[in-house]
């Protein structure tokens, strides 16, 4: 059989729709294969770096993207139309990303590393057993549309498994092949100089290398940021696997806001601009923008949706990201506004010039009698409120959410039950609980929890946030094994990380 | 439709192959609903008894198991034919393990609490950010066959999802339904005097009751210890849900054990014994059986291969645990025994009785040209020992390794290389590396970890140890949230347990 032509990668500028250059060639099986099996053989050389060596690492791939800043960002607006000082944000927190992730792995918590000495137990004797966790093995990731930078080549799934010590393939976006490959070209060149091994990094483009990355019997772990449809395509590919392995996916996600009335009343309109602000940051094509807001009935409530109209009266239409997402939006934001029962409080500004614009759109249902629709994800600059007249309808109303990343609720000064109420019927569904604030930012620290259960991902892991490492590692016990075959973090007269030795946790150095 | 009539659920004897009495009827449709409906409603309160109620309620459930030990043992002995002396053992584990979850929880750090205050970062402010674990819901438990009491009603995923504060049903296993049912009515009735609501245990019984449960809405989580025609056929509903939930399987494991040729030389007949004594420990019927031993070439590796047909042929036809097994043990090993390149070393007795007795039987292969099938567990008393002449054929072989629960490495007095060199290459494909000791015993510890890369588990997590508590938990974020909705161990006044505070890890106190 001849081999079929190979089809170009082509930049598009979402704000002319025009294609601009060609990137790459769609990546072959044959290319797929070869550089899965590069990954496979520098998996122990990566881990044989040492955390210090991939600190270093982390911080030398940060340290190469800012060098090139004015690149990437021009690169990364031009085929996402995010604007400069979204993209600079963006690409600053990446860096900041690596940096902490390099952190992470230097204090060593991470590695659970524990100790049970051998000794008498009520089931009898028990031996010498050592655990920590290990690199899990060579990790598919997949950009994500919205987020070129932080969610892409150098985003938070590449960074944690090359934190963990995985090397990584980024299947790269169709939506921002120049960034990727750009972005791809900096951090290998850093990653050699750091002393990485050949093999650490590698991209893919196209949806078949795509598909074949995730088949291939080296990748041992896949992340992916996109659609329910995409993350169940990649599921079904790792279900026919003879090993199916990990798959982390951030999915989709609602992020209900619940505006108190004691709120609306205080600061109702401050409240509806802000509400505006969330949901058409980025074009609304956050994962966390906030799709639908519950808002008391009654003229409190009505201030908070007046100062929304206006404020959606005055933002011009944004450009989306590509096509694809240009068309969901125009077919699932004017399918909401023809439901029964939803109408349209206001639009933003239509249209004039080429490329993939969008109106925003606010919609205004009952809480009492919600179409379920209005409970699904739609990307883009849309969102609903729902009118509530009392907290019971409220609570039968919350019932009905499906899982989110986020769930916020907008509480009068110092008000606290109705808050606690509210987050105690979200916290089933929710990753994270916001309080006066909105869920559209995603800061990068320990503490952050960016998941949620299905939809909002498929599995109790983060995507954000320094456990986020954990998912591109294993544990493995060492039971009776003489020193000199330990890690070094297990060995007796090691102390330079916290552990847990016979039950007892112990700082570094005790 | 008219309900289908009640199907019986029978305890039968292995011994004689005769059923012994009627235990319960199948669990109909409508009442695994009510049960999950009150293990949902159950939740909060049980989250709500707090940690230091839990582990009170942990520790009841053992010393009421403790109480019955005579009856519970007497039971499971009937229905299995593991012996009293396994059966007292395996209680005591199952006793030891729920109060060590007791103090597990008591301890804290695997709520993994974390603070970040508020604060600059390089991105810009960062809000005030506080993650712990939650209990994730009602999990649902699928009781093994070969462990009666330690991977069933009273085993360790029943003790590590109360731990994490879930509501539990138990899917019996229809192989020791009256040991199940006993267990659980030992173990309602010290819960409900413990203060537990009710729906914090149920149980279930039936294939069709089985998958109910796991299609249900309310559960959240799936337990699972079984074969990996049976793990698949539930991630198969699991994959059918809206909303799939995380499945923990421990599916199947070769366990692969190299004798050096050192220590064959060493000591080559004591290991040989050794080696049969773990293979036909429990009828051959652990999932850490040793399946298939590397021993090498020539006189020394003869000597263990001696003495192992020495102890095989001393060894008497075992009673299996049910009739399933007792099959497909016939069929499986003896086509493995028929395969071209595996001859038969020795037999062990002859079942001369009723029940569902099994020959033990030793096969060899050579290391350079083994079949494939050899690498696939075979519940029961089978072996293969692969006689390898040289290092290289050695090292082929391991490549071909499927993943296991653990590798074992029997090694000479202070030798370490090659040792290293073989748990090096084992290491991306077990979950526990053995040193000198035989991979059957799994100690309920801190260290421990059973689990590893498909088919001896579906996923990163362990279903001995400690942190098989994490399985049932998942991490929730609170952001701005006020001092009274937070819960307890993330509030700025509570030291009671290690938490992370602004990136640096606190003990109690601190």
Not at 148 to 163: M, N, R, Y
Request: with cysteine.
């Amino acid at each position: 059989m001849a081999t079929p032509p190979a089809r170009d990668v082509v930049s598009i500028d979402p704000r002319t729709g025009e294609a601009v250059e060609v990137v790459a060639q769609e990546t072959t099986s044959a290319e797929v294969d070869r550089l899965c099996a590069a990954a496979l053989a520098a998996a122990p050389a990566l881990d044989g770096m040492g955390r210090a060596g991939r600190a270093a690492l982390l911080r030398a791939l940060a340290d190469a993207l800012e060098a090139r800043r004015e690149d990437v960002v021009a690169t990364a607006d031009r085929e996402t139309a995010l604007g400069g000082t979204r993209l600079n944000g963006e690409l600053t927190r990446t860096c900041y990303q690596l940096r902490l992730f390099g952190e992470v792995i230097e204090e060593g918590s991470y590695l659970e590393a524990t100790i049970d000495h051998p000794g008498d137990t009520p089931m009898g004797p028990r031996p010498d057993l050592r655990r920590m966790l290990v690199p899990i093995g060579p990790v598919a990731v997949f950009g994500a549309s919205n987020f070129p930078l932080a969610f892409s080549v150098p985003g938070g799934d590449t960074a944690s498994a090359l934190a963990a010590g995985n090397p990584v393939i980024v299947k790269a976006h169709g939506s921002h092949p120049a960034t990727s490959q750009l972005c791809f070209e900096i951090m290998s060149a850093a990653a050699r100089e750091a002393g990485a091994p050949d093999g650490t990094l590698g991209i893919v483009h196209g949806v078949q290398a795509g598909a074949d990355l995730v088949a291939h019997p080296a990748i041992r772990a896949v992340g992916f940021t996109g659609s329910v449809n995409g993350g169940k395509a990649l599921l079904e590919i790792i279900e026919r696997r003879p090993d199916p392995v990990p798959f982390f996916g951030e999915l989709s996600s609602l992020n209900p806001v619940v505006v108190t009335p004691q709120a609306a009343a205080e600061r109702g309109a401050q409240l509806g601009r802000e509400l505006v602000g969330s949901f058409t940051l980025g074009a609304g094509q956050f994962c966390t923008k906030p799709g639908l807001a519950f808002v008391p009935a009654g003229p409190e409530g009505d201030a908070v949706l007046d100062a929304m109209a206006e404020a959606v009266r005055a933002t011009d239409a944004p450009v989306l990201l590509n096509e694809g997402i240009a068309t969901s939006y125009s077919r699932i934001s004017g399918g909401l506004a023809e439901l029964p029962g939803v109408s349209t409080v206001a639009r933003g500004g239509e249209p004039q010039e080429s490329g993939f614009r969008a109106t925003p759109l606010l919609l205004e249902t009952s809480a009492a009698d919600m179409p379920h629709e209005v409970t699904e994800e739609c990307f883009g600059p849309v969102s609903v409120v729902a009118r509530y007249d009392d907290e019971k309808t409220l609570f039968a109303a919350l019932e009905a959410m499906p899982s989110s990343l986020t769930a916020t609720v907008l509480r009068g000064e110092g008000e606290t039950e109705l808050p606690l109420a509210v987050s105690q019927e979200l916290r089933t569904r929710a990753g994270r609980l916001v309080y006066d604030a909105y869920p559209t930012g995603v800061a990068v620290s320990w503490a952050q929890h960016h998941g949620g259960p299905w939809p909002s991902t498929n599995s109790q892991h983060t995507s954000v946030g320094t456990t986020a490492i954990r998912r591109f590692l294993r544990p493995v016990s060492w039971q009776g094994a003489p020193q000199e075959v330990l890690p070094e973090e297990l060995r007796d007269d090691y102390r330079g990380i916290p552990r847990r030795i016979d039950g007892k946790l112990q700082l570094p150095g005790e």
